[in-house]
Nanobody
Framework: QVQLVESGGGLVQPGGSLRLSCAASGRLFSINAMGWYRQAPGKQRELVATMASGGRTNYADSVKGRFTISRDTAKNTVYLQMSSLKPEDTAVYYC?????????????WGQGTQVTVSS
């Protein structure tokens, strides 16, 4: 099992910035991917950004150039730096851990952290 603990959500004005953090613990595999998904009210959960253990990243088109994902492998922690936030970024953000090659050893989710962009 893998446990994910998220932090860093909150209320921010349009154009502002926030940084999300997610620390993984438990049965971790060297081959993995960590990242962030989000779900707005009435919408499906969607990918925001992911980063594989080898360093490859993947971003949703809607956040490219505004969000940056990074990892501290020593701390098993992934970060999402969000800048130039827009009201449409408002959602619950979920940390995701993909264990093993192509998630063959399982997928895990954090409890979610609310991000609200509003003036």
């Amino acid at each position: 099992q893998v446990q994910l603990v998220e932090s860093g959500g909150g209320l921010v004005q349009p154009g502002g910035s926030l940084r999300l953090s997610c620390a993984a613990s438990g049965r971790l595999f060297s081959i993995n991917a960590m990242g962030w998904y989000r779900q707005a009210p009435g919408k499906q959960r969607e990918l925001v950004a992911t980063m594989a253990s080898g360093g490859r990243t993947n971003y949703a088109d809607s956040v490219k150039g505004r969000f940056t994902i990074s990892r501290d492998t020593a701390k098993n922690t992934v970060y999402l730096q969000m800048s130039s936030l827009k009201p449409e970024d408002t959602a619950v953000y979920y940390c995701h851990y993909c264990s093993g090659f192509r998630c063959s050893m399982g997928t895990y989710w954090g409890q979610g952290t609310q991000v609200t962009v509003s003036s």
